[in-house]
């Protein structure tokens, strides 16, 4: 990865960031995505698993049914079965396809997730492309 220079305010030159959007170019090279209509065509099946890893706030507007809420910031613990908070749908031998709205955060998490050895995919162009195209929406009680 290549780091930015960026300018201080004061005119001092220090090291910046890795931009996220190279981060989700170089997850997205290497992990497994899932068109749209290709999700739509799995989502009864009952070997996949569909993970929906937005924010509750986001999912409270409207959610693929049948998935499973999966915080992003809990992913990595509920998938990983030594954890404390491990949980038992990831534990299944299922095909797991992981989603956020527009498939950034999903590609990062799945990378992580492949890095310790979890097989996953994402939704490449997330939960908006979903609902653009005309996929079931379930909203909470």
Known sequence: MRFLQVQHLRGEWVM?????AEMV???????????TG???????????VIV???DIRERQKGFIPG????????????VD?????HKP??????????????GWRSALTVATLQ???????????????????GGAVALPD
């Open 52 to 54: 929906d890893i937005r």
């Open 25 to 35: 170019a170089a997850a997205r090279a290497r992990i497994e995505e899932i068109e």
């Open 115 to 133: 890095d310790m050895g979890f097989e996953a995919a994402h939704l490449r162009d997330g939960y908006g492309d979903w609902v653009a195209r």
């Open 81 to 85: 079965p030594a954890s404390p908070y």
């Open 16 to 20: 910046g960031i890795t931009p996220v």
């Open 38 to 48: 290709a999700l739509m065509a799995m989502a009864d099946d009952p070997g996949v």
């Open 89 to 102: 749908v990831f534990a299944q031998d299922k095909r797991y396809v992981f989603h956020c709205a527009s």
């Open 67 to 78: 998935s499973v809420h999966a915080p992003r910031g809990m992913v990595e613990f509920w």
